[in-house]
């Protein structure tokens, strides 16, 4: 559900280095927001206040978000930390193979454009929906 950006309340937060912000505004730019904030029904926010900085940075009217029907405090500071609590980052192994799929994928060799070409062209054909 889009909420407008202007309706967010944040009180007060446990995490305080919100790192860099431009960076995941960049992210938006390209890809969109991936992920909704969590807000209560009172549109106080609960989960992503990165990106509701990142959406302010770009200038956003209004923000994907998911509406829990909570008002209790010790479940909203639950779901906060829940949020951050799980995720791991990449290693560097992780992300020299992603960059190697990524630059494998914008630069084709001769035989995957071959392959490709003919696919298409089944496709065609045939009348196949990807």
């Known amino acids: 559900m889009k909420v407008p950006v202007e309706d967010i309340i944040v009180n007060k937060r446990i995490r305080k280095d919100m790192g860099d912000i431009e960076a995941l505004a960049e ?5 969109g927001q991936i992920t909704p904030i969590v ?3 009172k549109k106080v926010l609960i989960a992503g206040g990165r990106r509701l ?3 302010r940075f770009l200038g956003w009217q209004s923000i994907n978000a998911v509406i829990i ?3 209790d405090e010790l479940q909203q500071l639950e779901l906060e930390l829940e949020e951050n609590k799980y995720r791991k980052d990449f290693n560097d192994a992780e992300i020299a193979e992603a960059a190697r799929k990524i630059y494998q994928l ?3 060799t001769f035989f995957r454009r ?3 070409a ?3 062209f ?3 054909l045939f009348r196949i929906k990807d």
């Open 122 to 124: 089944f496709k065609k």
């Open 39 to 41: 807000i209560n029904r």
């Open 27 to 31: 992210s938006f730019k390209c890809y």
């Open 114 to 116: 071959i392959i490709k």
């Open 69 to 71: 029907d909570s008002s």
């Open 106 to 108: 914008k630069h084709p």
């Open 53 to 55: 900085d990142a959406a």
């Open 118 to 120: 003919i696919a298409r």
